[in-house]
């Protein structure tokens, strides 16, 4: 499986971004995915996850009630929708995959990375 992260940018703080992950290679419906982040001088941190079939989403407490995780299984394609970015988001967003639950916040649980994308967000 393939990740490619696409949509990060620099914003200004109360703005939005929709990032995308793009996976080939093997189709990712039967996976759950994931978003993760890191600040530069801090460890990687999850973000977000959803079940393959979407019913289920996950968030970070930093997160939750701002960002919204969702897939386009027929697209093979994950997103997360950014909004009321804040300072603190600064960092590089990476997508995930697991072949397993979607309720699984630790890193080295996921089998699959993309190259991240670059999250600047300005005060």
């Known amino acids: 499986v393939q990740l490619v992260e696409s949509g990060g940018g620099l914003v200004q703080a109360g703005e939005s971004l929709r990032l995308s992950c793009a996976a080939s290679g093997r189709t990712v419906s039967s996976y759950s995915m994931g978003w993760f982040r890191q600040a530069p001088g801090k460890e990687r941190e999850f973000a977000a996850s959803?079940?393959?079939?979407?019913?289920?989403?996950y968030y970070a407490d930093s997160v939750k009630g701002r960002f919204t995780i969702s897939r386009d299984n027929a697209k093979n394609t994950v997103y997360l929708q950014m909004n009321n970015l804040k300072p603190e988001d600064t960092a590089v967003y990476y997508c995930a995959a697991r072949y397993g639950t979607a309720d699984n916040r630790r890193w080295d649980e996921y089998n699959y990375w993309g190259q991240g994308t670059q999250v600047t967000v300005s005060s």
């Open positions: 959803i079940s393959w079939t979407g019913s289920n989403t």
